[in-house]
Nanobody, 124 residues
């Protein structure tokens, strides 16, 4: 089992940047593919980005491609989401998730473990 804790959210102006971090407990972080999802008020939880456990495959939602970058540091048991050129429509609660496989999953229902979320608010 793994526990996930997100951090790094906050309030930023449009065009700004934030870096989200997700710290995972346990010694087997390297066997998990990791993903970031987000949920805006009144909307479903949407896929943002994912990286497989080897770190050699990443996928991004079209809405964030070219602006967001997912990365992982297995030595620190952490995964990151660098968010640049933020837009008001990026405002949401961002969740980190983990699944024990080696393919970069884009479907929320494939993930086994979830963090509590961190709020990102982008003002216009």
């Amino acid at each position: 089992q793994v526990q996930l804790v997100e951090s790094g959210g906050g309030l930023v102006q449009a065009g700004g940047s934030l870096r989200l971090s997700c710290a995972a407990s346990g010694r087997t972080f390297s066997v998990y593919s990791m993903g970031w999802f987000r949920q805006a008020p009144g909307k479903e939880r949407d896929f943002v980005a994912t990286v497989n456990r080897n770190g050699d495959t990443t996928y991004y939602a079209d809405s964030v491609k070219g602006r967001f970058t997912i990365s992982r540091d297995d030595a620190k048991n952490e995964v990151y989401l660098q968010m640049n050129s933020l837009k008001p429509e990026d405002t949401a609660v961002y969740y980190c998730a983990a699944v024990r496989n080696n393919w970069a999953s884009t479907r929320a229902n494939e993930y086994e473990y979830w963090g509590q979320g961190t709020q990102v608010t982008v003002s216009s």
